[in-house]
């Protein structure tokens, strides 16, 4: 089972929920709580935020995977929608805790990102579509992902962005049925252009991504990258946006790990 869940404090995230509701197949189950699929996934309606949530998924049974419907926010106030992993390269201000990864589902994010590019060009919808990098919390012991509005509340509380977004969300259910190559991400900015153009237009799914400003980092959090992005043995390089990257890429190569380079997959554009 699949649990979804959206805070009562979070706007965005209610907006998401209302048009899960509104547009696809789940029932009422209890207070809160709502069936899709006759128990695929678990919509659950929480009163905490959710990034402070840790191991929420101990309270339900046969939990699978968590999905995090919720509000993004930049202070740019750029209009967004957007997917990525928790965890935390360092501190943990936001949840979670400091220097701890949860499990990745890199093709959840994949087909989420997808869809949203998809439904973006078809609405005319004025918002960038974006995997953002690793961060924030809650920790967790299943594979966990996060599908957000960004960056204000016009944005968290527009119907078609909430619309968009739980559509993305219904179709990333659907991660099981699906076998794309993994790989982590490096370098590059908190919206990592050009990992979002490689998972939209090629077959690799990306889930983990450190960021320019995470590094330096230590083979110790290199190793629990791959170890945290539930499969796959290749880091892909936004070669020009990451410190220090030949050393980088000297280190995972002698890890027994594979480096790509995002220009080396150009011609592999086929999505």
């Not at 967004?80 to 936001?94: E, I, K, M, N, V």
């Not at 995470?214 to 070669?239: H, S, V």
């Amino acid at each position: 089972m699949i649990l979804i869940v959206a805070s009562k404090q979070d706007p965005a995230g209610m907006n998401i929920a209302k048009n899960m509701l509104e547009h696809h197949d789940f029932e009422k189950r209890e207070a809160d709580a709502y069936d899709y699929c006759g128990g695929k996934a678990l919509l659950q309606l929480i009163e905490e935020r959710t990034i402070f949530s840790n191991y929420i998924e101990n309270g339900y049974e046969d939990v699978d995977a968590l999905f995090f419907i919720t509000r993004h926010y930049s202070e740019s106030g750029i209009h967004s929608l957007t997917t990525h992993s928790p965890g935390c390269f360092t501190d943990a201000p936001f949840g979670g805790m400091p220097g701890e990864l949860c499990l990745s589902n890199p093709i959840a994010q994949k087909l989420a990102l997808k869809s949203m590019f998809h439904q973006r060009e078809e609405a005319g919808l004025d918002y960038e579509v974006s995997l953002e990098a690793t961060h924030h919390g809650p920790i967790t012991g299943v594979p966990t992902t996060f599908f957000e509005v960004g960056s204000g509340l016009e944005q968290w509380k527009d119907d078609k962005a909430g619309e968009i977004v739980a559509n993305a969300t219904i179709q990333a259910l659907k991660y099981k049925d699906f076998d794309f190559p993994l790989a982590i991400g490096l370098g590059g900015g908190h919206y990592p252009q050009k990992l979002s153009e490689v998972v939209n237009h090629t077959e690799w799914a990306i889930g983990h991504i450190a960021p320019k400003y995470a590094f330096p980092l230590e083979e110790r959090m290199i190793r629990t990258l791959f170890a945290k992005n539930n499969g796959g043995e290749t880091a892909i390089f936004d070669w020009k946006g990451t410190p220090d990257r030949s050393r980088y890429q000297e280190m995972i190569t002698s890890l027994g790990y594979r480096a790509l380079k995002t220009r080396d997959l150009g011609n592999s554009m086929k999505y």
